[in-house]
């Protein structure tokens, strides 16, 4: 299984930029396919997924929004109003559950599969 994240680059501040997540071999149509980025000498983190709901770190709520194909096995996110604080490389996750809190969907260990990343970078 392979989760192929496409669409990066770079983006002036204020910029839109979608990214996309495609796997192979398998489906998540009933699972759930989320987004996390890591910054230069930072930690992981979560950006936001796509399960029995969709759910948003408070640092994009409002700016990002996650929307799958018609097929649900096709992962977008469209990133309005991008900030310097923005730049990371974008990972795409997945998992063949749904999970039943918030809390949980934030948690990397959730997912079982993880793409190659797409690297986003804001200018400013």
């Known amino acids: 299984v392979q989760l192929q994240a496409s669409g990066g680059g770079l983006v002036q501040t204020g910029g839109s930029l979608r990214i996309s997540c495609v796997p192979s071999g398998h489906t998540f149509s009933r699972g759930t396919m989320g987004w996390f980025r890591q910054a230069p000498g930072k930690e992981r983190e979560f950006v936001g997924a796509?399960?029995?709901?969709?759910y948003y770190a408070d640092s994009v709520n409002g700016r990002f929004t996650i929307s799958r194909d018609s097929t649900k096995n096709t992962l977008f996110l469209q990133m309005n109003n991008l900030k310097p604080e923005d730049t990371a490389v974008y990972y795409c996750?997945?998992?063949?559950?749904?999970?039943?809190?918030?809390?949980?969907?934030?948690?990397?260990?959730?997912?079982?599969?993880w793409g190659q990343g797409t690297l986003v970078t804001v200018s400013s």
């Open positions: 996750a997945a998992d063949d559950r749904t999970f039943r809190t918030r809390n949980s969907y934030t948690q990397a260990t959730q997912y079982y599969f």
């Open positions: 796509d399960g029995r709901g969709k």
